[in-house]
């Protein structure tokens, strides 16, 4: 847990540890996500950077199986 206090400004200073674990990078553009718990923090997404490692796990002979099949339902014969 991490103690931090708002300047009169209202700015708030995140731990190093914090903002180098998540990239926080100076001028860097963030997202504050209100939540029933207080406030969430997150980077604004970047497009495509995104995406980078979302498809290292996926099994792609299964996705293919799955849409051959998809396929085969919708085909008109």
């Known amino acids: 847990m991490y103690k931090v206090k708002i300047s009169k400004k209202g700015q708030v200073t995140i731990p190093k540890e914090l903002r180098e674990k998540f ?3 100076e001028d860097i553009e963030i997202i504050l996500l209100p939540t ?3 406030i969430l ?3 604004k997404s970047h497009g495509l950077r995104t995406l ?3 498809f ?4 792609f002979g299964e996705v293919e199986g799955s849409i051959k099949e998809e396929r085969k339902k919708w ?3």
Request: net charge neutral; glycine share 10%; hydrophobic share 25%.
């Open 52 to 54: 980078r490692g979302l």
């Open 23 to 25: 990239n926080f990078k």
């Open 41 to 43: 923090l997150k980077p």
């Open 56 to 59: 290292r796990e996926l099994d």
């Open 75 to 77: 085909r008109i014969d």
């Open 36 to 38: 029933d718990e207080g």
